[in-house]
């Protein structure tokens, strides 16, 4: 499930109240990411409905940033637009001049998500199990983003965006990025999909601990249990995803009150409480891998080593509300940050 806004029209349901952008203003940063992935479920909506022209409705959520569209991402199944590719408009030569983190992006590359409508839901949902059965890199959407994102990193500076399942092709192309080319993205991950029961959601702090103690000692486990069957020298010849990954450090957006993604804050802090209660090692070998993962020998491409956390506590009336996009460029917002680094 995706919640785009359910109004597409920016006027109404954008942030129009951010009339200029600070680029060193994390609020900002995070409104104008959002905002462009919004403008790919109202590009998609455009297609649908044959809306152009002066009758268009996805312009406004990048013109409104000084970003024009240079490329739709394209389903090579269904035809539909699933993603998008927006440059920052005359690029000012001061801009280069400024620190890293106060300047716009050259290139976004954003992805929606799921869009549970005749026409879209048959490819949305078939990516939805790749998501689920951890296998989403060998989708036609995956290796779109990923020749994109190779392509882009040689004109300028790129981020990464995406909600939902947008999120999680944001964030497995990021991480091959990083892996494979050492090229690490700024990427912005909105309600991204935790591939688990969603733990967190559980009032008693007691019964959390205990179960995810229980899953970590289960998860540590069958690690060993199959590292022994592959012996020494295949353990030797693999390079630990972790270490690959750990100084990319995506920033990811969690709703407590989403299902679908609220066990990211979970499995982070889990990650403290095991060291805290001298089950750190153990706790090491359960957040990078998952039993589904090590059964199937793949990586478990959901686990991060490291993330900027940003979480949304507010009570959200329905699920809806808490895992849509739209509730990430308030300005009323009520939000914790925590900052994870692997080591």
């Not at 290796?143 to 995406?162: F, K, N």
């Not at 009032?203 to 540590?220: F, I, N």
Request: positive net charge; aromatic residues 10%.
């Amino acid at each position: 499930m995706a919640c785009e806004c359910e109004s597409q029209v920016f006027s109404l349901s954008g942030p129009s109240f951010l009339t200029a952008v600070d680029w060193s203003n994390s609020h900002h940063k995070r409104s104008v990411a959002a905002s462009l992935v919004q403008g790919v479920y109202a590009l998609e909506e455009d297609r649908r409905r044959n809306r152009q022209g002066s009758d268009a409705l996805a312009p406004p959520w990048w013109h409104s940033f000084n970003f024009r569209l240079v490329q739709v991402l394209v389903d090579s199944h269904d035809v539909s637009h699933f993603g998008a590719v927006f440059e920052f408009v005359n690029y000012p030569h001061h801009h280069h001049q400024a620190p890293a983190a106060q300047r716009p992006p050259q290139y976004v590359i954003a992805f929606r998500g799921t869009i549970p409508k005749a026409g879209n839901r048959k490819e949305d949902f078939k990516l939805d199990i790749h998501l689920a059965v951890n296998d989403l890199q060998k989708s036609s959407r995956f290796q779109t983003g990923l020749e994109t994102a190779s392509q882009m990193v040689q004109h300028g500076t790129v981020w990464l965006a995406g909600h939902s399942l947008g999120s999680s092709l944001a964030l497995v192309v990021g991480r091959e990025m990083a892996k494979s080319y050492g090229v690490h993205l700024e990427t912005y991950l909105f309600n991204p999909p935790f591939v688990s029961p969603p733990i967190e959601r559980i009032k008693s702090d007691k019964v959390k601990l205990g179960l995810r103690l229980a899953g970590s000692l289960v998860t540590a486990g069958v690690a060993a249990v199959a590292g022994a069957v592959a012996g020494a020298g295949a353990r030797a010849r693999d390079i630990d995803p972790f270490v690959a990954l750990s100084t990319w450090v995506p920033y990811l957006f969690i709703n407590r009150s989403d299902p679908i993604c609220s066990e990211y804050a979970g499995y982070f802090k889990h990650r403290e409480d095991m060291e805290a209660i001298g089950a750190g090692r153990i706790g090491r070998v359960a957040t990078k891998n998952s039993v589904g993962s090590i059964l199937s020998s793949r990586e478990a491409l959901h686990l991060l080593p490291s993330a900027y956390l940003t979480l949304n506590g507010a009570a959200a009336p329905s699920v809806r509300e808490a895992h849509g996009i739209c509730q990430w460029w308030r300005h009323d917002l009520q939000l914790e940050y925590k900052y994870y680094q692997h080591n």
